[in-house]
């Protein structure tokens, strides 16, 4: 049996972001469009690079993230997943003992208010409590 990974090794495993043609509608996005299919880690590195009291929401992030990898569009589905795999590695790394000031400041992007947060192993309460210390 196969050891479980953990957030940790999820986000931090080797892959490459890829743009691709779509063929059909998908979500938001329009067939023939190129949508950008990103990685743990650079839905890591983008929030990494967000300074302190300032928040973005996912779709901003969607929109960044594409035109800095000459896409149209990034995947609402994978940014969504590798957007919980990044706080929930971060969260790992603080309950490992690395400092709060260390770790993916991931509460910039993820509203307490949103389904996202709901599913989080931690729940709402870092999420605001981090908040509140950047003046949110």
């Not at 609402?76 to 590798?82: C, K, L, R, S």
């Not at 307490?112 to 870092?126: D, M, N, V, W």
Request: hydrophobic share 40%; aromatic share 8%; with cysteine.
């Amino acid at each position: 049996m196969t050891k479980k990974k953990t957030w940790i090794e999820k986000r931090d495993l080797e892959k490459k972001p890829e743009v691709k043609r779509i063929e059909k509608d998908f979500a938001d996005i329009p067939a023939g469009s190129t949508m950008l299919i990103p990685t743990p880690q650079l839905v890591n590195e983008f929030i990494k690079s967000i300074s302190k009291g300032r928040s973005l929401d996912i779709k901003t992030i969607r929109k960044e993230l594409a035109q800095e990898h000459g896409a149209e569009y990034t995947c609402p589905v994978t940014t969504g997943i590798f957007l919980r795999i990044v706080a929930e590695a971060a969260f790992e790394e603080l309950q490992n003992g690395k400092n709060i000031e260390a770790i993916t400041p991931f509460w910039r992007v993820i509203d307490p208010r949103s389904t996202l947060a709901e599913k989080l192993s931690f729940g709402r309460e870092l999420l605001l409590e981090m908040r509140e210390k950047e003046d949110f």
